[in-house]
T-cell receptor, first 117, second 113 residues
Framework: ETGVTQTPRHLVMGMTNKKSLKCEQHLGHNAMYWYKQSAKKPLELMFVYNFKEQTENNSVPSRFSPECPNSSHLFLHLHTLQPEDSALYLC????????????????FGQGTRLTVV | GENVEQHPSTLSVQEGDSAVIKCTYSDSASNYFPWYKQELGKGPQLIIDIRSNVGEKKDQRIAVTLNKTAKHFSLHITETQPEDSAVYFCAASDSGSARQLTFGSGTQLTVLP
């Protein structure tokens, strides 16, 4: 167990549905991330939150909408997705303590396997 | 931006043999290079990392080497065991930390009994 919990573990949704992915950590970390993992491809950084503020959006389509209500919870709201959005969505948290060596490990959740039909 | 290439994409070794996975990076400003292991049904977990001021780092059966001039780094696993079977990802960052990591595409390592 890494201390980062993602729900649900599996999700099948139609292209017209609206669903949300949830990530929760009680490690005291202040930085949380969403990654997309597709087969045979590198992990793609989607969104970055530092101290609940979104600091990065890597050109992600607007059908993905993140929300970070507090430093322990991160959501990814999904609507009108496409089949090519099917992937494993990973949440990670990092113990942000300023700059330098304290931030050298990203703790990943087990991911949500999303299938868009 | 940074680009990280990882090879091979799949690797099979006999139990007890060594395994080597190689990565190259493009941004000379990168200064932090972690390796993550992802077992089936789990998220990636950090197994070892190295900073740009160090050429080699070891942790029991795992070692990482870094060649800054050539911009490549490698993961070495000795005396492989079946539980080493997993997908391994290299990554690079210019922040000195796990923030803003650029990942390689992964290597599926299979250790045959």
């Amino acid at each position: 167990e890494t201390g980062v919990t993602q729900t649900p573990r599996h999700l099948v949704m139609g292209m017209t549905n609206k669903k949300s992915l949830k990530c929760e950590q009680h490690l005291g970390h202040n930085a949380m991330y969403w990654y997309k993992q597709s087969a045979k491809k590198p992990l793609e950084l989607m969104f970055v939150y530092n101290f609940k503020e979104q600091t990065e959006n890597n050109s992600v389509p607007s059908r993905f909408s993140p929300e970070c209500p507090n430093s322990s919870h991160l959501f990814l709201h999904l609507h009108t997705l496409q089949p090519e959005d099917s992937a494993l969505y990973l949440c990670a948290s990092i113990p942000f303590k300023g700059t330098g060596a304290q931030n050298t490990e990203a703790f990943f959740g087990q991911g949500t396997r999303l299938t868009v039909v | 931006g940074e680009n990280v290439e990882q090879h091979p994409s799949t690797l099979s070794v006999q139990e007890g043999d060594s395994a080597v996975i190689k990565c190259t990076y493009s941004d000379s400003a990168s200064n932090y290079f972690p390796w993550y292991k992802q077992e089936l049904g789990k998220g990636p977990q950090l197994i070892i990392d190295i900073r740009s001021n160090v050429g080699e780092k070891k942790d029991q059966r795992i070692a990482v080497t870094l060649n800054k001039t050539a911009k490549h780094f490698s993961l070495h696993i000795t005396e492989t065991q079946p539980e080493d079977s997993a997908v391994y990802f290299c990554a690079a960052s210019d922040s000195g930390s796990a923030r803003q990591l650029t990942f390689g595409s992964g290597t599926q390592l299979t250790v045959l009994p």
